[in-house]
Nanobody, 126 residues
Framework: QVQLVESGGGLVPAGYSLTLSCAAS????????MGWFRQAPGKEREFVAA????????DYGEAVKGRFTIYRDNAQITVYLQMNDLKPEDTAVYYC???????????????????WGQGTQVTVSS
């Protein structure tokens, strides 16, 4: 069982940066790939980024490539999402998720993630 709590969201002007944190609890954190997803009002949940259990490999959604960076600290059982050059279209609720234990490949599908946080709101003004 993994519990996830996101923080770091807020209201920022376009072009600014934010770093989201996802604090986890549970003994198996270091065995899970981790992901970030987002959902804007009236839209489906969208894949943002994912990182392998050991932090060795990351993958990103097309909309955020080159601007966002996912990383993790297994000692602190926390995963982060550094977001640079934010745009109004990045406005959404951002969710942290823990991948199915033992799933080695990175996935952009929400069905490959077992545990979800409650989300943190990011609003980017134009």
């Amino acid at each position: 069982q993994v519990q996830l709590v996101e923080s770091g969201g807020g209201l920022v002007p376009a072009g600014y940066s934010l770093t989201l944190s996802c604090a986890a609890s549970g003994r198996t954190f270091s065995g899970h790939n981790m992901g970030w997803f987002r959902q804007a009002p009236g839209k489906e949940r969208e894949f943002v980024a994912a990182i392998t259990y050991n932090g060795g490999t990351a993958d990103y959604g097309e909309a955020v490539k080159g601007r966002f960076t996912i990383y993790r600290d297994n000692a602190q059982i926390t995963v982060y999402l550094q977001m640079n050059d934010l745009k109004p279209e990045d406005t959404a609720v951002y969710y942290c998720a823990a991948g199915i234990l033992g799933l080695l490949r990175l996935s952009s599908r929400s069905s490959d993630y077992d545990y979800w946080g409650q989300g943190t709101q990011v609003t980017v003004s134009s």
